[in-house]
């Protein structure tokens, strides 16, 4: 069993930046493929981005590319998301995931465990 903790989450304005955090219990966090999903209100949960076990391939969804930065620390269990020029359409609960298989995914159904999210709430 793992277990994920976010944290870093805050009321920001547009234009600045965030960095969260997610610590994973366990031995084996080094194996799993992580990932970072995100649910605004009223909306369906949303692919943020992803990282493979090695931290040699990431990637992300459009409306965050360039401005998203997926990282992790094996040596910390922890992946990171910093988050730069924050828009109002990235407010949402911001989850961490995590797979049993090296590789990433972009896919929600891929991943095995889940944390219990961070707010980010984005004014204009």
């Known amino acids: 069993q793992v277990q994920l903790v976010e944290s870093g989450g805050g009321l920001v304005q547009a234009g600045d930046s965030l960095r969260l955090s997610c610590v994973a219990s366990?031995?084996?966090?080094?194996?799993?493929?992580m990932g970072w999903f995100r649910q605004a209100a009223g909306k369906e949960r949303e692919f943020v981005a992803t990282?493979?076990?090695?931290?040699?391939?990431?990637s992300y969804a459009d409306s965050v590319k360039g401005r998203f930065t997926i990282s992790r620390d094996n040596a910390k269990s922890t992946v990171y998301l910093q988050m730069n020029n924050l828009e109002p359409e990235d407010t949402a609960v911001y989850y961490c995931?995590?797979?049993?298989?090296?590789?990433?995914?972009?896919?929600?159904?891929?991943?095995?465990?889940w944390g219990q999210g961070t707010q980010v709430t984005v004014s204009s």
């Open positions: 995931a995590a797979r049993t298989d090296i590789r990433s995914s972009a896919n929600y159904n891929a991943y095995d465990y």
């Open positions: 366990g031995r084996t966090f080094s194996s799993y493929g």
């Open positions: 990282m493979n076990w090695s931290g040699r391939s990431a």
